[in-house]
């Protein structure tokens, strides 16, 4: 079936409402999130598409588990990110920081004059993070808006006994991760016997996931392309990753959709003087 004609899409895609319909929404709780993925290279087995569809993905099941009352509204998913390190390769289709910054800025001020009181960033691309933890802040300060940022990943403890420890730690790009998620979203789109293995080299001491950092770009890396076991994907582990990252996201939605930012304060000040 087409994802896009399941409950996601038809129950809580909030373009698919009147403006009328929008204004009367409840809003007190509740929340509008903005997928926000890429076009860029992933190795030679991989769709272009596949950041952005790995967040329709994810979100299209997340949302089997939500319920009306949870008033948790979907936009949209913005497929253009912060590409810049795949520059060069074929098909490869990038924002300037600049631009994806005013973009998220103009979408937050957008869901606030709606009405709305929570904005959720639902980011699926590595190279957008910085960046939205900027102007979740941003937006946040100019608005009002509470302002969260969510990761696909960031629920990879999960997976522990479906991936190996070296792919859930460097497979950072197009590995067994994300090509068995693509399998099980989009399997037509993939291109298995294409599919390479190859890691970035973390046996030093500058290592891109912790310690001092090292601004590469992607021919710093790789060259096919990705850091992770391509070969190794299959459908079943990605549709068995998909139930599960989805699960907990919904979760996580959930929970956000009555968050106060109050709760953060214990209550009390202590004076250690």
């Not at 596949?50 to 949209?76: C, Q, R």
Request: aromatic letters at 8%.
């Amino acid at each position: 079936m087409n994802r896009h004609h399941q409950k996601a899409w038809r129950e809580f895609f909030l373009p698919r409402l009147a403006t009328t319909d929008i204004q009367k929404l409840e809003k007190e709780k509740g929340a509008v999130i903005l997928p926000i993925g890429a076009v860029e290279q992933h190795g030679p087995h991989l769709p272009v598409y596949t950041d952005t569809l790995i967040a329709e993905g994810l979100l299209t099941h997340s949302f089997d588990y939500m319920k009306p009352e949870d008033n948790v509204w979907l936009l949209p998913p913005l497929p253009y990110g912060k590409s810049n390190e795949h520059s060069g390769k074929p098909g490869v289709i990038t924002l300037s920081a600049n631009t994806l910054q005013q973009v998220v800025l103009d979408i937050g001020r957008s869901v606030k004059e709606s009405g709305f009181r929570r904005l959720i960033l639902f980011n699926t691309h590595g190279g957008n993070l910085d960046l939205l933890n900027m102007m979740a802040r941003e937006i946040r300060i100019e608005t009002g808006l509470m302002v969260f940022r969510m990761n696909a990943m960031d629920f990879k403890e999960e997976l522990g006994d479906l991936y190996s420890k070296e792919e859930l730690q460097y497979g950072i790009h197009g590995g067994d991760v994300e090509t068995s998620l693509i399998l099980a979203i989009e399997e037509k789109w993939v291109k298995m016997e294409q599919a390479p293995v190859e890691y970035y080299n973390a046996d030093q001491a500058v290592d891109i996931k912790g310690g001092p950092y090292a601004a590469w770009l992607i021919d710093d890396l790789s060259a096919s392309g990705i850091s992770g076991e391509a070969a190794n994907a299959t459908v079943e582990k990605g549709a068995e990753t998909v139930e599960r990252l989805g699960k907990k996201i919904a979760r996580t939605l959930q929970e956000i959709s009555s968050f106060e930012m109050e709760s953060f304060r214990t209550g009390s000040v202590s004076s250690r003087a």
